[in-house]
Nanobody, 127 residues
Framework: QVQLVESGGGLVQTGNSLRLSCTVS????????MGWFRQAPEKEREFVGA????????YYEDSVEGRFTISRDNAENTMYLQMNSLKPEDTAVYYC????????????????????WGRGTQVAVSL
């Protein structure tokens, strides 16, 4: 059974950085497309970014492009989200997701594309 666990969230001030981790157990992630989503209070879950199974391709949501970077270490079965220049509007619960596929298209921006989800980690950015 595939399990995803996010970590690294916390409370930071505007302009600071955080690095989130998503550690996967149960299966090797080398054959999985991985993604990050977030959900702010009273808002729908939204796409943040995704990374192909080899890590060669990424997609980002427009508001995080240039500030956030997704990476993965398949040997460690872990995906990362480096978040720089954080803003209050980045405040949300961040979720990682996985789908076993080698196909990497715009479909990865849809939450319904993924089969496995973590429980989330809270990120709060203060003024």
């Amino acid at each position: 059974q595939v399990q995803l666990v996010e970590s690294g969230g916390g409370l930071v001030q505007t302009g600071n950085s955080l690095r989130l981790s998503c550690t996967v157990s149960g299966r090797a992630i080398s054959s999985y497309v991985m993604g990050w989503f977030r959900q702010a209070p009273e808002k729908e879950r939204e796409f943040v970014g995704a990374i192909s199974w080899r890590g060669r391709r990424t997609y980002y949501e427009d508001s995080v492009e240039g500030r956030f970077t997704i990476s993965r270490d398949n040997a460690e079965n872990t995906m990362y989200l480096q978040m720089n220049s954080l803003k209050p509007e980045d405040t949300a619960v961040y979720y990682c997701a996985a789908k076993e596929t080698s196909v990497f298209t715009a479909q990865v921006m849809r939450a319904s594309h993924y089969d496995h989800w973590g429980r989330g980690t809270q990120v709060a950015v203060s003024l």
